[in-house]
């Protein structure tokens, strides 16, 4: 290996990784690489249309396969267009290792053309980063970037590679560096006083509640399997964030359903009245705990986690615990033994009455337009008639977003592809890309608004270059809808800058890269041209043109309180202050 150069040694190091796509678009500072790229056939090339959506079908694959995703851009312009699915990786905790191309190492600092700083400009959005200056040292990097994007809380690692360092060859004195020190050790498992101590306070509770997040999916499907586990055994009820779910399954009589901003009136309300809640692999984020003072003020918390920093980051805990999610259930398993929990009849009545409101219920028809077809029963139809073949569904950001994550059941883990954290338009469809090829005979639809879609739409000639089957299926009322919703409740129905002018044909659009387009206007086509998308063996785009109108209910307005949910009927004013609107 003395002998090969840097651009050779990346690629080894890549296929000794188990690489299987690398997510990339060429530029003058990665052609090294990319010659190294030409005509190997053990590592395959998606070549993306925009540097963003190489990140974010890195993220769909990863997220959709368990596995890292890999990205390859130039310089400057191409480093910086990958940094907002940087950023969204760091966020929702997906593992990626970014491998950036960068100015000769003589340049640097020099303002250089196609120059940036790209280590500075993502220190703040990655577990870890690395500018190389030597070949010598990237095979022990790149086995050390792919063991810290993988293990303790995933997410993204750059690798910053100078021009120069790619052509050269490790000098004799360093041809054989030894491989990367273990520097990065996360704690997995939990010390047993904690696990016992945690195992008395759900077994002595009469309210409990488990509420769950994207970390036990990041754990791996045991995870998912051991916490469905522990709670037959505890029989708790449970509830989700946005990027919990498909960890508990949507079918089972203690499913809560999502809580937070846009949560079950039930999920909310039993978060409020618990006794102890026992969080595992959240974070506390501001979607889901709303008002902080009010947030659970009577339970007693227990934290697992396996990133020390979120544990008493946001909302003091009365247990905290440091380790990996499967690691711990599995550990909680054993403790509990065959000890029986209370008796949770009273709690579940409390619960079934919540449930009585039907907080997801909405209007059969649009006030403004009583033929529209209303979003909700898109969803809905969409889910019924996909069900059974488990699709994989990615989401672009917005109503439509939180429309599917209420509508749309997840019985498994991984199913389940939506930007969470950052809340990134454009991320679905590339995110689809993704997942459809690390699972190329699976269902995968992304679920979009007309908006969203069009922030990554160029990657339609991506699928259609490697022919893949994936489905758009866009919720189009020809508004930035929860942009439009936040100003009809807040800002008196201004509706400034909302309104999506100029859309395109999007069954022309879609004919145009080769892909199928359906429109359907009408309720009573609706079945129809669903049936029609899934029976087509390419791409689709569904144009559902739905009502204009329909807001995405049930609502805790920023700020507010869980107590303080809007449902379909509520007004805003009286619920929200002056300082919560501040917050909007």
Known sequence: MAQQSGAALL??????QEVEFVFGYPGGAVLPIY??????????????RHEAGAAHAAEGYARATGKPGVVLVTSGPGATNAVTGIADAFLDSIPMVVITGQVPTGLIGTDAFQEADTVGITRHCTKHNYLIKDPADLVAT??????????????PVVIDIPKDVQIAVPSKSRANPNAGAHRYAPQMVAPADQIAEAVDMIANAQKPVFYTGGGVINSGPRASQLLRQFQDLTSAPTTSTLMGLGAFPNTHPDWLGM????GTYEANLAMNQADVMVCIGARFDDRVTGRLDAFSPDSKKI?????RSSINKTVPVDLGIVGDCATVLEQMIAAWGDRAGQDLGEWKARIAGWRARECLAYPERSKANPQAIMPQKAIERLYHLTKDRSPIISTEVGQHQMWAAQYFGFDAPNKWLTSGGLGTMGYGMP???????????ALVIDIAGEASIQMNIQELGTASQYRLPIKVFILNNEYMGMVRQWQELTYESRYSNSYSDSLPDFVALAEAYGWKGIRIEDEGDLDAGILRMMEHDGPVIVDCCVAKDANCFPMIPSGAAHTEMLLYGDQVEGTMDDEAKALV
């Open 303 to 307: 934290h697992i986690d396996i990133d």
């Open 259 to 262: 809580l937070g901003m846009h």
């Open 11 to 16: 690629m080894e190091s890549l296929v000794r």
């Open 142 to 155: 790149v086995e050390e970037a792919f063991r810290i994007a993988t293990t303790g809380r995933p997410g």
């Open 431 to 441: 995110a689809a890309i993704g997942a459809q090829l690390g699972h190329p005979d």
């Open 35 to 48: 010659d190294e790229l030409f005509g190997d056939e053990r590592i395959r090339h998606i070549l993306v």
